[in-house]
């Protein structure tokens, strides 16, 4: 999907609004467990109720590596429904990949080719060549890690190198690389004071914002501070939408969750 697309989508569907598969089956509805394949089904529930109000759908890979070979099946399965079904979704492998040239081509290979999702977030340390392997593939987009939303974007993301904040530095550097217009960057609803600034620096990108809910940042400052002419935005939201009830209706009290902050976006793209 070309990031033309993906606001044309924003304005039809008014939202900016994407949803965080981050499946815990601790946290799932039990009744669910009895399903031969609970991480699928809880998905598939929440992607029913929920395709009309969003943009992107989110799954943080952790979640589905940690149950091993079933977790990395429901994976597949997720993925392939929402492709077949909503192909006018925008797809995040939340995955924070990156290593030596070779490596990164094989991450990319992963998740572009075989899993097809259209971006993948990826961390910047390892620098260029680690980064441009993900951008080489055409018609898919990059998401890197800039400042992000906990506590520890402290210890390295805003120390200073030559006057300017690494963050800083990883949006002017990465600018420059090889097919940078697959480039977007994550930034969290924890840093929208800095919103202002990242906007300065890169003034056409796409930002997913991941933060909003659970870990307390505010859409308010998030849109005042980081929209472009163009919005430019994905909000994030994943336990604050997904876990809003355990009970069987979860999927409905999910839809009701991402209807109020659709209905929140709705206005602000109003203003
Ligand atoms: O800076 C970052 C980068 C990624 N994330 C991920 O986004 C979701 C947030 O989940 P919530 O439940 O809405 O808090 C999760 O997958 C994180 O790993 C982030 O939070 N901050």
Known sequence: MT????TEQILKKKSFLCIGLDVDLDKIPQHLL?????IFAFNKAIIDTTHHLCVAYKPNIAFYEAYG??????LQKTINYINENHPEIFTIADAK???????????????????????????????????EPFLSFQGKHT??????????ALDFQVQKIDQKAFYQQVLE??????????????????QAESLSEIREIVPDSFLLIPGVGAQGGNLEDVWKY?????????????????YASSDEN???????????????MEEMLKT
């Open 3 to 6: 990031t033309l697309q993906l």
């Open 97 to 131: 990949r990156g290593d030596i040239g070779n490596t990164s081509k094989m991450y990319a290979k992963a998740f572009f080719e075989d899993l097809n999702f259209d971006s993948i977030t990826v961390a910047p340390y390892m620098g260029k060549d680690s980064v």
């Open 226 to 242: 980081g929209k472009n002419s163009n919005v430019g935005l994905l909000v994030n939201s994943s336990r604050g939408i997904i």
């Open 34 to 38: 009895k399903d031969e394949d609970p």
């Open 173 to 190: 550097i990465s600018k420059t690389w090889s097919n940078s217009g697959n480039l977007m960057y994550v930034v969290g609803a924890t």
């Open 250 to 264: 979860f999927a409905q009290a999910a839809k009701l969750k991402a209807k109020e902050l659709q209905q929140q």
């Open 69 to 74: 070979i079933k977790g990395w099946k429901a």
């Open 143 to 152: 998401i890197l890690l800039t400042l992000t939303s906990n506590p520890g």
